[in-house]
């Protein structure tokens, strides 16, 4: 997985950003139901590797909790 935070938030902002686009441009049809379902998993992907947390002793200026 993608361990520094800046390519991993771009990354997720590209995956976010293409899901969208997905779910904007599917049409009413089942390809547009398999567009929009790859659209809502790309989404997930994107906010999941955004917000994941790293390893605190990885990151030297993390506080201990």
Known sequence: MIRKRL???IVGAVF???G???MW???ESLAGVLLLAAGIA???IGLRLERRDGDP???PH???R
Do not use: H, Q, S, Y
């Open 42 to 44: 790309l989404e997930a």
């Open 7 to 9: 390519p991993r938030r």
């Open 16 to 18: 976010v950003v293409t």
């Open 62 to 64: 993390a506080m201990e």
């Open 20 to 22: 969208g686009l997905f």
């Open 57 to 59: 002793k990885d990151d």
């Open 25 to 27: 441009l599917a049409p």
